[in-house]
């Protein structure tokens, strides 16, 4: 659902807290949360005894004769996935899957490359050490091919094996970006100190191991793209709008963005709220952070947090705010097919606002008028005004 002040006399920050009231208060109906939020971690000896008992099957395989295979969760079948409005995306207990077979020309390298991978994640657990998912790649970079492969077999692990991905001692780099009234010690004991200046801090690349965080915030602000990110820093957002967080995945969040989005809920329980164009794309980056996504549903309660709340843009805005129409974008059609597959999203139907935006065409401004809007053309028309 979308939030804004109730009424032009309503105190921003006395709705926040009443907001936030609301959210403490589902939360004790709900029987509350786990300390620490999400799945709890697998200890190191859980991780190598999962990955002890895939290399048994494989040697029990090879001894009688058969060729050995992989059996892992189709992560990208809308069969295998179930929504929860409480927990978002999630894998189904009973889900098909897929095997990766050493005797078939289609997928023994692949066979291979998830056991190559499985050995540096046996010796990185039980030495206690980390690498990141670019350093799995750069010990064989011609084996490989390129980084996704790498991705998508570290995440086929994580699925197999039936733990979070952090639990293999493998780390991603980090793209985000953090600011406002937020301290927090890393890991090697670096102390952090974000402000609310021109300069953000780069979100950590290992979100389990930062502890101690302290802030006065009312709320978090997400923010889809950077440009918008930097000039809300520009214009001093963090201080004016103080004590706050903001934080941005710059576009699609990479997986330590989303970790920490969930850290800070689970740890401050304050609003959250999402600032995404009026576009398919924008739209569908606010629910990963809010409900997740497909290909990532097998950690869904380490990663979503429902209770975000889509602040804007909204497509609705484009009426309201009464944007010239020759300043919106002509959508393209790849955006029709974002589109297209974002209705169809069970998120989508369980939620009331979001029908009515779609019954009073705002979702579907963009069916209907061919057009988006994003954010920086609203910055560009702003100042526009001011020069006027």
Known sequence: MAFAPMGPEASFFAVLDQHRASLLAALRRGGGEPAGGGTPQASSSEVLASIESVIQDIITSVARNEAPAFTIGNRSSWENIKFEDSVGLQMVTHFTTRKIKSDSLKSVKKFALILKILSKIYKLVQSNTYATKRDIYYTDSQLFGNQTVVDNIINDISCMLKVPRMSLHILSTSKGLIAGNLRYIEEDGTRVHCTC???????????????????????????????????????????????????????????????????????????????????????EIMCIYKYGSMAMSFEAHNLTVPAIRWLGLLPSDIKRLNIPRDTLIPLTKRDQMKLDSVLKRPYVTCQPFWRKEQTSNCIEVTCNGSVKENITNLEIQSQAARLD
Do not use: Y
Not at 213 to 241: G, H, P, S, Y
């Open 197 to 283: 200046g021109a300069t953000a801090v780069a979100v950590p690349s290992n979100i389990q191991g930062i502890r101690n965080l302290i802030t006065d915030a009312k709320f978090l602000l997400i923010v889809e793209k950077d440009a918008t990110f930097q000039r809300l820093l520009d214009d001093n957002f963090c201080n004016r709008m103080s004590p706050c967080i903001m934080i941005t995945g710059k576009g699609v969040p990479d997986l330590n963005t989303r970790l920490l989005v969930k850290k800070l809920w689970d740890t401050f329980h304050i609003p959250v709220f999402a600032l995404v164009d009026a576009d398919p794309h924008g739209i």
